[in-house]
C-alpha cells in the first residue's frame, strides 16, 4: 500500500505504519520542547519528546494487540492492519466476514480508548505522588492527547471506531460491505474535514499552535484514510462479479530452467518489454522470474547463471483458480504487493493476473456504474 512500510507482525497479520507517523513523531518533540520551556535543558526536552512519541506509538500498538487477539479469538479473517496517528485500520477478508463481528471488534476499540487513557491517567497520578515532576509533566499530555484520541473514536466516521460502528449497522442494513465501506467513509473525510479547518481555527485563537497543528494532522490522516478506503471499496465491489478466467491474460511465454538468464534478457525482456515469466516444464508451474530478479544480478552473473537458480519456486508462490473472484485477487494482490498472479487449472497454469489490469478494469467499471 502506498505511504505505508511494513513495522512487523502482530499474531502473524502483517501491521504497516503510515508515513505520518514521521511527521508525528516530530511533531510530538516539537511540543514538548516548547511545553517544558525554560524548566529543562534543550537535549532533555527532546529525549522527552521522543518518549512521547514511542509510549504514544506504544499505546496504539497495545490497542491493535487486544483487537487482533479478539479477532483471534472470533475466528476473524484480518489481511493486515494499517497504523495511523488515530490508530489502526484492520483490513477483513470480506468474503467470510460478519457486520457483527465488526461491531464488536469496534467496540472493543472504543472500550479499549478508555482503558489506556485510564492508564495514563494512573501513571500520572503515582507520578505526581512520587514527587516525579519531569515524567509527571510528560504522562499529564499523554493523558491529555489519549483522552481526546478516545473521545474522537466516537465520532461516526469511518475509519474511525465509531465509524465501524456505522459501517457494521449500514453493512446490516445493505448486505453490502463495500457499499458500506464507501458511505461510511465519506463521513469520515468529512470529519477529517471539519478537525482541518477547527485546528486552524484554534491555532489561531490561542497560544498552544502546536497541540491543535496535531488536531490538523489527525484530520489529514483521517481524510487520507478515509479516501483511500472509499477508493478501494469501490474497486472491489466493481470486481465483484468478475472472475480470473474474464481478465486472466492467456498470451505468455513458457521459460525452462535451463534457459540462460543473459538470453532471457536478450531474447525476451528487451525485444518484449516482459517483465514476469512463468518457469514450468509443459504447463506444470515450477516458478516465476520477474525483472525485479534479474537486476539483482551483474552482468557477469547473467551470463553464468540460469533461470532456475533465481527463479521464486511454485511452493513459494500465491496462485489463483479461473472462478476466482477479481475482487478478492486484487485485495490479495495488494496485499501481499504482488504485481502478477499465475492462474491454475488442475495444476497447469492456463493464464497470469496483472495487479495494473485489475485496478483499470475496477475504475472503468466503477465510472460506468458497473
Not at 95 to 104: G, M
Not at 311 to 322: F, G, H, Q
Request: charged residues 15%.
Amino acid at each position: 500500500m502506498k505511504g505505508t512500510s511494513r513495522l512487523g507482525q502482530i499474531f502473524s497479520v502483517r501491521v504497516r505504519l503510515h508515513y505520518t507517523w514521521i511527521i508525528a513523531f516530530f511533531l510530538v518533540i516539537a511540543i514538548m520542547v516548547t511545553h517544558f520551556s525554560g524548566t529543562f535543558p534543550l537535549w532533555q526536552r527532546m529525549l522527552l519528546g521522543v518518549a512521547a512519541g514511542l509510549l504514544f506509538l506504544l499505546s496504539i500498538s497495545i490497542r491493535e494487540f487486544i483487537l487482533r487477539f479478539l479477532t483471534i479469538s472470533k475466528g476473524m479473517p484480518v489481511r493486515h492492519i494499517t497504523l495511523y496517528v488515530f490508530g489502526g485500520v484492520h483490513h477483513l477478508t470480506t468474503e467470510v466476514a460478519l457486520p457483527s463481528l465488526d461491531l464488536l471488534v469496534a467496540v472493543t476499540g472504543l472500550l479499549a480508548n478508555i482503558v489506556i487513557a485510564a492508564m495514563f491517567w494512573g501513571a500520572y497520578l503515582i507520578l505526581v505522588k512520587a514527587g516525579s515532576v519531569t515524567f509527571a509533566g510528560l504522562t499529564q499530555w499523554l493523558v491529555f492527547i489519549y483522552f481526546l484520541l478516545a473521545l474522537f473514536h466516537f465520532i461516526p466516521g469511518f475509519p474511525l471506531d465509531g465509524g465501524r460502528v456505522l459501517r457494521a449497522a449500514l453493512w446490516k442494513a445493505t448486505g453490502n460491505y463495500d457499499r458500506a465501506t464507501r458511505i461510511a467513509s465519506w463521513t469520515g473525510w468529512g470529519i477529517g474535514l471539519l478537525c482541518i479547518l477547527g485546528g486552524i481555527a484554534l491555532i489561531a485563537l490561542t497560544n498552544q499552535w502546536l497541540t491543535w497543528l496535531l488536531l490538523v494532522l489527525i484530520g489529514w490522516v483521517l481524510m487520507s484514510a478515509a479516501t483511500m478506503s472509499r477508493r478501494q471499496a469501490t474497486l472491489y465491489e466493481a470486481l465483484r462479479n468478475v472472475t480470473a478466467n474474464d481478465i486472466m491474460s492467456r498470451e505468455y511465454a513458457f521459460i525452462t530452467q535451463q534457459l540462460n538468464i543473459d538470453e532471457l534478457v536478450r531474447d525476451y525482456i528487451i525485444v518484449t518489454g516482459q517483465r514476469y515469466f512463468i518457469v514450468a516444464d509443459g504447463a506444470e508451474l515450477q516458478g516465476v522470474v520477474t525483472l525485479g530478479d534479474i537486476k539483482k544480478l551483474s552482468k557477469s552473473r547473467r551470463r553464468s547463471n540460469t533461470v532456475g537458480t533465481i527463479m521464486t519456486p511454485a511452493s513459494k508462490l500465491k496462485t489463483a483458480y479461473s472462478q476466482q473472484s477479481a475482487a478478492s485477487l486484487l485485495e490479495h494482490m495488494d496485499d501481499y504487493e504482488i504485481d502478477y498472479m499465475p492462474v491454475l487449472e488442475n495444476d497447469q497454469v492456463i493464464g497470469v493476473i496483472a495487479r495494473d489490469s485489475l485496478h483499470r478494469l475496477g475504475r472503468t467499471r466503477a465510472e460506468l456504474g458497473e
